[in-house]
T-cell receptor
């Protein structure tokens, strides 16, 4: 049973435009959500997170939106840059903090076209 | 400041053998988690160690076991290897004062 779903395996976006990556979840107990970015031959790198008590968190070019009623979150990257090309994973935790067990989606491969 | 380190980088084992993977957490971190990432999938949680004890465990059989040492480093042991155990094994560290888990580069295990 896939509790965290990323339904788009891949996404291509022109450099300078907005990239929107989506994630859906089914477990109502999830309280903390994170986005990780992964380059080949490296481990996932933390990008941004959001607690279930918020609906938006922003960090530079990255913004995460959370819609609890729809059990949906999205990551917006604007403007997109070539270095953003990577696989992006959505992850969720039942605890209040991201240092507990994480449940990951299957990832979305983002390609930024120069 | 060294991040999370893992050894070895790659490993090839035969079905039925046993394997030990090692992880050193980021400086200042006291909690270590292990994840298995199969090809085309997201990482799956195996277990987490804190204060040398297993604190949480995912849906993995008892063939998967671990240990945490007083210096917070950790080992993952897998017995009676199956072909399906072939995967990238990721170690992540965290602490009670910072919420995010920092991942190492992983160990690529191939079982033939």
């Amino acid at each position: 049973d896939q509790q965290v779903k990323q339904n788009s395996p891949s996404l291509s976006v022109q450099e300078g435009r907005i990239s929107i990556l989506n994630c859906d979840y089914t477990n109502s107990m999830f309280d903390y959500f994170l986005w990780y970015k992964k380059y080949p031959a490296e481990g996932p790198t933390f990008l941004i997170s959001i607690s279930s008590i918020k609906d938006k968190n922003e960090d530079g070019r990255f913004t995460v939106f959370l819609n609890k009623s729809a059990k949906h979150l999205s990551l917006h990257i604007v403007p997109s840059q070539p270095g953003d090309s990577a696989v992006y994973f959505c992850a969720a935790s039942e605890g209040n903090f991201g240092n507990e067990k994480l449940t990951f989606g299957t990832g979305t491969r983002l390609t930024i076209i120069p | 400041d060294a991040g999370v380190t893992q050894s070895p980088t790659h490993l090839i084992k035969t079905r039925g053998q046993q394997v030990t993977l090692r992880c050193s957490p980021k400086s200042g971190h006291d909690t270590v988690s292990w994840y298995q990432q199969a090809l085309g999938q997201g990482p799956q949680f195996i277990f987490q160690y804190y204060e040398e004890e297993e604190r949480q465990r995912g849906n993995f059989p008892d063939r998967f076991s671990g240990h945490q040492f007083p210096n917070y480093s950790s080992e993952l042991n897998v017995n009676a290897l199956l072909l399906g155990d072939s995967a990238l094994y990721l170690c992540a560290s965290s602490s009670g004062t910072n919420y995010e888990q920092y991942f190492g580069p992983g160990t690529r295990l191939t079982v033939t």
